[in-house]
């Protein structure tokens, strides 16, 4: 029997916190930690409501993902991810050592690749699943954006 906890099932959560802060103003962006197939971090850009540059959805489910877990380390883990982290987040998840990150849409002006930033040496990346989709949800919310402005 085929596992129904792919990939694309969890990158589907991921979306689905995207979606609940585009809904709440801030950069559509969601994230979801896993491990065993079971989610235990989750979490959305938060940076407006919080007024903090550093409440991005990565930052907030590594956060959840250690207070679920007792510990630092993500070991065994893996971040589903709507957007390439940026170079913060890289680092978040480097120091995590977080085993696997998988993001939907690349980010070619701030992506943690094309900024320099780098992940922990054993840690796997997988882009663009469900690539169409979470770029789909960033676009919609910068063109209602300028809209409003």
Known sequence: MENPFDDNYFMKKAIQEAEMAFENGEVPVGAVIVANNRIIGRAHNLTERLKDVTAHAEMQAITAASNFLGGKYLHGCTLYVTLEPCQMCAGGLYWS?????????????????????????????????????????????????????
Request: glycine letters at 12%.
């Open 97 to 149: 050592q977080i085993s696997k990150v998988v993001y939907g849409a690349s980010d070619l002006e701030r992506g943690f690749n094309v900024m320099g930033g780098h992940l922990h040496p054993k840690t796997e990346v997988v882009g663009g699943i469900m690539e169409k989709e979470a770029s789909e949800l960033l676009k919609r919310f910068f063109i209602q954006k300028r809209n409003l402005n």
